[in-house]
Every structure is written in structure tokens, then in C-alpha cells.
């Protein structure tokens, strides 16, 4: 098979492909979200001047934190059902895999976020808010590090960009077309990664240029 | 400020609501379950018909039983059973797809209505879920061989390197037989590329399925030479609690009359299967009728087939070893089915699984170190050539998810490699090499920005081997951060067959069907090496930053 050939299977794919990175995505922005919130609430608690609920917030943070992504993942796939029927009622509300990946993945954001945040909220109250914004630039390449992590939703059944490339190389029964096909892959999350990464830069710049004479005053 | 204690009120309470309400479904649904168990009604068969649709679990791996045409669209033999189940339902078909490995698991999580997949009918599965006699279909177990391959018999096999995948009822059984080293395989493909590219001897699967590969011209010259074994009916799988319901009785008749009609006969010719023997057997003793007209295989006032139309074949291998008791009377007492604790084999499995799982783990965080650090040596150095390629590989790493670079190498060089040169990479090794790349790139990258910093004070500061201590305060905290992270990711290497915690974990549950309790298990272990690495790691560094102060 020429180059041209792969070039041509690589370009038909190519939607089907963009389907799968979308919902990369999708699992990253949830996990992001729903994280965030969490390690909020979080945070929140651990700054408690109550003993007890520091002392729960400090412990749920820890636990979170050291949560293998991948072990959660396969833990919530087998352990939540697949719908639930809600109670007093005859709605059936279904519960894809997806949005189980998405939760494993938030558990981690959860410890991370509630860490970092536990900071930010203290600086904040001493008066040093531009210490706060520190959170910002480290939460986005927290994000960077959980759309990598959003391919292991594949092992767990979840029809994002890898598993894609595995359903093409099945259904196409040609094996020639596996490392242009992995590498293509490679090609779309470092698209997705590196503009980012290179945005971010130029925030945290601008942002330290802006809150360093602020500190000064 | 004031706002906090407000929101934090709320979201308490809607966590607290989230909680409360999913558990009060789950006792609704088993409550109910357990309130009719003697005959008849059953939930299943509500749901379905509430829904208007029946949720299948069938295989799109398994050509012709279960695949994917040229459009992409499932079809298959299981897939036109699946679908006149549908039609006789008056239901519209829900295709869900399910693999060798997590097919009973969909249907305990209640994910599926049925599982069609090429499901073997035992007794280890019985005891998991409920299997629909009679069977559809049946096959045997035997071995894909390369064309160049000396084995001619079973023994040959013995401790030699075998591929299979996780599910599988033989695995066990073949193990224990012929002692054969089995590597575990998540799905059919990736264990026929070992095999081809000389990490095993040979594919431990279904004759029906090899022999489907072989005409296949992607495998031209391979071979199945061994006779196959442990012959074994397929059935339609539905819930364990289903058992002795109206569902479970509407199944089985759906099957007795495919039997009877020959529907099974037809639908194996239009897909061009090879004649089984099974089935024209079986279609033959559902045809016959007794003196007085009646069907010869009918329902007895139990409600189940008559002896001689039922499943005759069943493998039982509960071997049990030292601990046994304490495993047994804690099942009995606490229903907490622990089998790594009274079964050696699972033991086995299971302790086998965790070393790994240690060696993994310490060889990533080394070699993520070493990575990082030649690395970033190599970033500073100034060297027209080994700087910009040391830099681009720290961005690059990082931006390629390490499960999609084991896929890569292993996999994708890994192919190109063995055409062009006939060497086959060692799946421990591409593990470590992808994890130890993805960290050690943020190590490098780490100590990158940490060189920059400490320039703006000591302009002509270049790190090299001997000076990494000036970074170690700037550097260490994300170091360690990175290290941690790899520590949390080394079940990845489960993909590549690489017989890690995880791993073993759930060859154990999709023979055993312990899920609840193997995942807990197994969560609070992983938990436990995550805490060890952090506390070890921060001991670590604590000492070096003392000692460098």
C-alpha cells in the first residue's frame, strides 16, 4: 500500500475520527466542570474553622487526590448502573459510560482543584489577590493533563479518538494502516495541546507583567 | 467571604439529595426483584416493553457471528437472532457492544436486557448469570498458529507462551491442563497481532472463530492443527435475577422454535458458515415429536426442558487451597466472596498481579528520572543538534497521551518492526518506556523552566549532570507531582497484556462475576501503593532539600 493510499483512508476517516476527539473533549470539559465544583466545595471545607469539617475536607481532599484515574474509571463502569429508574415515577434516565469516565476523571480534578484552591482562597482573604490568579494558569494545565488522561475512557468501553482508531483499523482489516493511523491521532491532540499550551503562556506572562506593579503599589 | 457558608450549605445538600436518591433506586429495584422470585412476573420484561425497546449486548469482533460491514454498521448471525427476538417482542432493537471480557458485567449493571455474544453456556457462569437452554450455537476451544509453528499437539503447549482473551470459560481450564503460560488479551485483534508478530505460540479461541480467520487471505498459511476441545453450547445470557421468570421461559421457547424451524440452519448458510454438527443434532431432537404428536423436547410441570434436551456439558474447576475456610466462611456469613483468599489459583493471579504491579511502579518513577534528567541535560547543553531535538521531545511527550503512545509503539512500530526485521518488543518494556516518556517530559520541562528562573539571578548558570542540586527547590515540587502522577497510571500496561493488578482483577471477575467486591479490593490496594509512593517520595525530597540547604 502507497503513501497515497493511506492518505486516502486516513482523509475518509478523518469525520469519523473528529467524532471521536469531540468526545475527548466533551469528557474533559465535564470532568473540568463538574471537578472544579467539587474541589470548590471542597476547599471550602477544608478552610473551615469548624474542627471537624477542616478535618473531613482535608481527608476527602487526600483521598481524591491519590485516586487512580484508570482503577475509578473501571470501579464506576462496573459499579453504577447503566440506567436508573427514578423513583415514584416511570422515567427511565440512562447513564452513559461516557459520563462515568467523566466523573473517575473529576474525582481527580476534584483533589487538584480543592488543593489549589485551598491556597488561592487563603491568599485571597489575606489580601493578596494577584497570588489568587496563580490558580488560573495552573488550573488550565491541569486541563491539558486530563484531556490526555480522557483516552483511557477507551479500555472502559467509550467511543472516543482512540478507540476510533482501533474500530478502523477492525473494520478495514488492514493492519498497514495502524502506525499512520496512531500517529495521525498523536497529530490531533498535539493540534488541540499546543496552541493551548503556547495561549496559556502568553496569559500567565501578561497576567505576572499586570500584578506585579499591582503588588508593588 | 460571606458567601461561602451559603454555598457551601447548598451543595451539600444537593450532594446529600444525588446520594440519597440513587440508593433509594437501587432498593427500590431489588426490593421489588426479591418480592416475586417464585414465577411469572418479571421486571425485565416490564422495563422492556415500557421502553418500547430491548437492549441487546452483541460482539462486533467476532465475524460472521458479530461484526462490522463495510459501512460500519453491526451485522451478523448473532445480530439476525437478536433481531427476530425484537420482532417477536413487537419491540423495537437496541444494539449494545459488548466483549469477551465485560459482556456478563453489562448485564449485572443492568446496562443490557440480554447478552447475545458467543456466550459458552458453564457452570461458573451460571452461577453469575442466567443461561437460556437450549443453546443457539456451539464450539470448542482451539489454537491459531502461526504457518511456521512446531507445535502439533496440546501438550506441546506446555508452558509456553499463549495468547487468549480475558472472559474466555476455557482459559482456565487450559491453563490448568496443559500449564501453558497464558498472556491476557483485551480483545481478539490485539491477541492475533501478538501471535503474528511472535509474542506467542498461539491464540487460544473458539474453533468457530479461528476457523472463520482462516479463510480470511490476511491470514494466509495459519494454521489450526489441534483438535478442539471442550466443546460447550452458546446461549442467551440474561440477569441473575431473571431466573424462573416469564422472560427467561420466552426465551427459551424463541430458542426451542429457531431449533424447530431450522431458522438457526438458515441463518448459518446465508452468512456462509461450514455446516455444525451441533446444530444439526440439536435441530434434529427439537423436530422430534413423540407417539401422540407432541414435541419430544417440551417443558415438564417444573417448568424446565425435559433431561434429555438439556445442556449436558458443564465445566466445574473449583479447585481449593489453604486458606479456603476462612474464604468459604466469610462467604457463607457475609455473602463477601473474597476468591483470591480461598481459591489458590485466583490467588495466584491475584499476588502474581500485585508484584507486578510494584516492579512497574518502581521501574516507571526511575525511569521517568533518569528520563527527565538526561533530558533536560541535554536541553541545556547548547549542542546545535541534541538541544532543539531534547526540547521538542519534552513538548511532544507531553502532548501525546501515554495509552495512545503504548498503542503506538507496541502495536504500530511494533508491526513494522517484526515485517521488516522479525523482532517482536517485550510488552513490560513498552510500558515502562511510554509512561516513563509522558512523565519524564514534565520532569524535563520541569527542570527547563526551573533552569530559566534561576538564570534571571545567576546569568551564566547551565545545568548539567553535576548541578542539578542548585534546581532541587525551584524544581522538586513539580518533580514529585510528576512522579505521583505515573504511580497512578501503570494499569495502563493492562492493554498490552501486561499481567498487572488490573489485569488480574478482572480475568478474576469475568470468571468469578465478584464484581462489587474485587473492584473495592482492588481500589483500596491501588489506593494504599499511591499513599506509600507519596509518602515515600515526600520523605524523599524533604531529605534532599534538607540536605542541599
Redesign the interface.
Known sequence: MGAHEIFRQLLTWTP?LLGGFAMNILISVVAMLVGT?IG??LA??SL?THRWRGRIGLVLTK?SR???????Q??LA??????????FS?T?VNFP?WIKASLALAIAVAGFASDNLTIAMEEW?KGNHHAAFIFIPSWTTYA??I??????A??I?VSEL?SR???V???T?D?QL??P???Y??LF??CF??PL?MLMKKISKTLAKRLVPQSQR | MKRYPVFRFLLSILLFCTAGQISLCHAQASGAASSNVHVAHSDRLALIRERGAIIVGVKTDYAPYGMLNSAGMPVGFEHDLAEDIAKRLGVKLRKVSVTGSNRLQKLQDGTVDLVLATTGDTAERRKIATMIEPGYYASGVTLFMRPDTPIKNWTDTRGKPVCATQGSYFNRAMQQRYLMDLQMYNNDRDAKLAVRDGRCVGYLFDDTAINNDLANPEWKGYKALLPATLNNPWAIAISMKERGTEFEQLLGDIVADWHRSGFLEEREKSWGIPPSKFLSQTDALWQKTDDDGQPYCRRLSDGHWRAECRNQVFLTSADVGGLAQFGLWLNETTGIDLTPVYDSFDRAQFLHGLIVTFYLTFLCIVCSLMFGWIGAVCGESGHFLLAPVARCVATLGRMTPPLLSIYLIFFGLGSVLNKAFGISLPAFAVAVGCLSAYAGSGIMNALLVAAATHRLQHPDFHLRFTNIWQLARLASGSITASLINVSKATMMASVIAVPELLSATTTIIAERGNVGVMMNVLLLIFLGIVFAVVGMLRYLEQKMLTRVA
Open positions: 469519523y465544583g470548590w466545595a471550602a471545607l473551615s483521598f491519590s485516586m487512580p484515574t484508570i482503577v475509578l473501571f470501579y462496573f459499579m453504577l448502573p447503566g440506567e436508573i429508574l427514578l423513583p416511570k427511565i459510560v482573604k491539558l493533563i484531556v490526555m488522561a480522557s483516552s483511557t477507551s479500555i468501553g482512540l482508531c482501533n474500530t483499523i477492525n473494520a482489516g493492519t495502524m502506525l493511523i496512531y500517529l491521532a498523536c491532540f498535539f495541546c499546543y499550551t
